[in-house]
């Protein structure tokens, strides 16, 4: 291990918890990208390498990939709730920014849909928590009468729309997350992250 050294001889101070967070949150970011780079079974060894971090601090926030992937899916899941609690969230706006999720994760589709063949024990339940709390936060802003407001509409077009995102570039997928948005005749807002 390399010990890190100030210009001035020094250590540089311990951030303790400060340092904890940061490194979580870089972790998140980095486990998203590589999981959609290269899908779930991607080395843990690159998250750490993508976040600059040890692995040991890597197994310390996620001690298996099961961790790694429920907290990505779990940050998705804020943000999309973050943007609904907006002052000025539209059901659109909440759509889009959805939809970038959508496109950011792609590879996480693949993990619903292996789960329900018998894999992955654990994840699916969790998967379904988020699922049903995504449909809340657009459930705040889905428009009397809107086409998705009827039964399990909203639930069942968020399930096409999800099924649509394929494709081995970010673009791709939002190209066709937008366009499956589009055969719904459901108008999406800007495709962003939440506070992007």
């Known amino acids: 291990m390399t010990e890190h050294i100030e210009q001035d001889g020094r250590r540089p101070a311990n951030d303790g918890p400060k340092a904890a967070a940061r490194n979580r949150a870089a972790l998140v970011t980095a486990a998203r990208e590589v999981f959609a780079e290269h899908g779930l079974e991607a080395p843990l060894s690159a998250i750490a390498r993508r976040a600059g971090v040890g692995q040991?601090?890597?197994?310390?926030?996620?001690?298996?990939?099961s961790a790694?992937?429920?907290?990505?899916l779990e940050e998705n899941v804020r943000q999309v709730e973050q943007a609904?609690?907006?002052?000025?969230?539209?059901f659109d706006s909440v759509l889009g920014v959805l939809t970038w999720h959508l496109a950011e994760s792609?590879?996480?589709?693949?993990?619903?849909?292996?789960?329900?063949a018998g894999g992955r024990s654990g994840i699916r339940a969790h998967a379904l928590a988020?699922?049903?709390?995504?449909?809340?936060a657009l459930r705040t802003h889905l428009p009397p009468g809107h086409r998705l407001s009827a039964?399990?509409?909203?639930?069942?077009s968020v399930a096409m729309v999800s099924a649509a995102v394929i494709g081995p570039t970010r673009e791709e997928r939002e190209?066709?997350?937008?366009?499956a948005w589009?055969?719904?005749?459901?108008e999406v807002g800007p495709v962003r992250a939440f506070g992007g």
């Open 56 to 65: 040991g601090v890597l197994y310390r926030h996620f001690p298996d990939r």
């Open 130 to 136: 988020l699922s049903e709390r995504v449909e809340c």
């Open 68 to 72: 790694a992937v429920s907290a990505v």
């Open 151 to 156: 039964g399990d509409d909203l639930v069942l």
């Open 182 to 186: 589009r055969l719904l005749g459901v």
């Open 106 to 116: 792609a590879a996480f589709i693949g993990l619903l849909h292996a789960d329900r």
């Open 175 to 179: 190209h066709r997350a937008l366009a």
């Open 84 to 90: 609904a609690a907006d002052e000025d969230a539209t």
